[in-house]
Structures are given as structure tokens and as C-alpha cells.
């Protein structure tokens, strides 16, 4: 296994400094994530395993933490995320080595939401997991693998775990290791999952190939726990030495987009809307919209009106969120 390079390992602990000085301001990140872990505190993660563990201000993947076993932790998300809920997963993945049989090799889930504390993709009876039964429990996942060929290609991609049935994403392939991704997985349609892979913590320039989208079916919910790990189906060959940190996860608690327009706190005028769109709640707002596909088109902080003036005519999804709530409505532009 490769040790740390030092400029990297500085350049993090710079970034990191920067982010807990940050943190400590009032309302900083807690007004935008519902659940936001720093993994300074072990007790909250529950064990499965060993090798996967939160330790030095890190849920780590040590030894290898090689597949073929049970070896992750998962916490709860303190709430249940229905099939229309939307939500967006942040975390920063170090990645130092990976297996080599003698290709690299590596399958590990860097992040999952799942409809309880069952391993993501099987229904293991034991930790070794004995027989390797299919899974399924609902899941929406970010995995780090290989393929099965041996061909070594390293590369992201979206998981999903519908009861038995398991849909995957294309791959965002990028095998460099000693270094920092920041990645988000988001659901911003009952329909959709997207995965962007970053190289800066701003999150503003995407690597090669990012994102990806898959279309799920919406059925896919009741996802209650944030689980970390190695995939424990897979060839114990298949190893990964790195790091997860700085977890943020937001969402929107509702069942639909109607529902969430007939209760929210918000109501937002004209609509349809040709150029100005007003926002009238308890205070200004942090604002995003979304075409159908969930592709972001513009966001806006701390308002109380959006200028879709140059938006194209059409059906949108207006995310809205403010310190007490996050809230979508369907917004028609003329």
C-alpha cells in the first residue's frame, strides 16, 4: 500500500482547518444539512466488522478493508427519506491504494442510504455473510470498483437496490490515487439519481465524465440510515486504503411535488411566471432550480424573488430552502 503524500496530506489538513474554523460560525452548513458529521465522534456510528471504522476525524478503510466479509458502519439519518423525497449527499473521499489481482481491484460503497442497517447489497445472516443472499433492502449508493472482467478500469457509479432488483448507472472512470474527490449524490426527482465527482471542495469543477444520471423507479424509498463499506459479496482481493470525511446531507421530507406546494410554509407568485417570480415565506431563501431531467440551472441565496426572465418556456422544479424547511414546488415559465 502507498503511504500518504505529504503536500497532499498538507493541502487537506489546510482545507480542513479552514472548514472547521467555518464550521464554528453561527448557522454555518447546520441551516443547509440536516445531518452533517465531521466523524469526530465514533459513538455514533454503529460497527459491522472490522476494517471500516471512524477514527482520527475519519470513517477509514484500513488494511484494505478487503471485500468478502461484512466490514462498514452505518448511523441513522434521524428520519425517513420517502420515494418522493429529494435529497443531496455530500462527503470528501481520499483514496490512497487499491487491490491488485494482479490488475487493480477494488469495490467498495463510498456512501449509502438504506431502508435500514442491513448490508447494502446483500441480506448477509452472519459477518461472513455466509451463501451471499441477494439483497433486498432499498438503497441509493455511490460504489468505487472495478470491473468483474479484471480489466482494471477504475470508476464511480451510481447503485440502487429496488427489493431484489439492483440498477446501476455508467461509470465516471478515473484511477488516480493520493488524492482528494469531493462527490454528491443527489435525488432531485422521485425518478432520478445524479452523481458528481469533483477535484475541489467548492464543489465548481466536475472530473472528466461527471455526472452521471439514472432513472429509478419511484418506488425506491423509506431510506433511514448513511452507511459506509466494503461490498461483502465480492473477491476479498478487492481492497481499498483511503478515508471518508465531512458528511452533509440534506433533504426535503415530503411525499410529492403537489403535496409539498399545498403545505409548505412558501407561496410563490406569479406562476405561471414569465420574468420575475416572488417568494413569500418567513424570511429569504436559498433557491435552486431544476428541469425535469434534475439538472441544476441556477441557484440564488438569501432572497425573496428569482429572474427566470432568461429561462427557457417550460416546467421546472423550484427547491427552496430555509432554515426551517427545504420544500420543491413546479414552477411553469412562460
Not at 465514533?42 to 484494505?64: C, D, I, K, N, Y
Not at 489481482?101 to 469495490?107: F, L, Q, Y
Not at 467548492?202 to 466494503?230: C, F, M, Y
Amino acid at each position: 500500500m502507498k503511504r500518504y503524500a505529504l503536500s497532499n496530506k498538507l493541502q487537506h489538513t489546510c482545507r480542513a482547518g479552514l472548514i472547521a474554523g467555518l464550521l464554528m460560525l453561527p448557522g454555518f452548513l447546520e441551516a443547509q444539512c440536516q445531518l452533517i458529521d465531521d466523524y469526530s465522534d465514533p459513538g455514533r456510528w454503529t460497527q459491522v466488522g472490522t476494517l471500516m471504522e471512524v477514527t482520527a476525524g475519519s470513517a477509514v478503510f484500513l488494511e484494505g478493508c478487503p471485500d468478502g466479509e461484512q466490514r462498514r458502519i452505518h448511523a441513522p439519518i434521524g428520519a425517513t427519506l420517502f420515494s418522493e423525497s429529494t435529497f443531496t449527499a455530500d462527503i470528501d473521499f481520499e483514496v490512497i491504494d487499491i487491490g491488485d489481482i494482479p490488475v487493480p481491484s477494488v469495490g467498495h460503497i463510498l456512501i449509502a442510504l438504506t431502508a435500514g442497517t442491513q448490508d447494502p447489497l446483500s441480506d448477509c445472516p452472519d459477518i461472513p455473510c455466509t451463501g451471499n443472499p441477494p439483497g433486498t433492502q432499498d438503497g441509493i449508493m455511490v460504489m468505487y470498483a472495478t470491473p468483474d472482467t479484471g480489466v482494471g478500469e477504475v470508476h464511480f457509479k451510481i447503485v440502487v437496490k429496488n427489493g431484489k432488483d439492483e440498477l446501476v448507472s455508467d461509470a465516471i472512470f478515473n484511477g488516480v490515487l493520493d488524492t482528494w474527490f469531493y462527490l454528491r449524490l443527489e435525488r432531485p426527482l422521485a425518478t432520478q439519481v445524479r452523481l458528481s465527482i469533483y477535484s475541489d471542495p467548492a464543489r465548481t469543477k466536475e472530473i472528466d465524465g461527471s455526472p452521471v444520471v439514472l432513472d429509478i423507479p419511484e418506488s425506491v424509498g423509506g431510506l433511514t440510515h448513511v452507511q459506509h463499506g466494503n461490498v461483502a459479496r465480492w473477491n476479498p482481493e478487492r481492497q481499498l486504503l483511503g478515508k471518508v470525511d465531512n458528511l452533509c446531507l440534506e433533504y426535503a421530507m415530503t411525499s410529492s411535488v403537489d403535496d409539498r406546494q399545498a403545505a409548505s410554509g412558501f407561496n410563490i407568485y406569479p406562476n405561471p411566471v414569465s420574468s420575475l417570480l416572488y417568494i413569500d415565506g418567513a424570511g429569504p431563501v436559498d433557491v435552486v432550480l431544476y428541469d425535469l431531467q434534475g439538472a441544476p440551472l441556477m441557484r440564488s441565496y438569501d432572497v425573496h424573488s428569482v429572474d427566470l426572465s432568461r429561462i427557457a418556456a417550460g416546467t421546472y422544479l423550484l427547491k427552496l430552502r430555509s432554515p426551517a424547511e427545504v420544500v420543491v414546488k413546479r414552477v411553469l415559465k412562460l
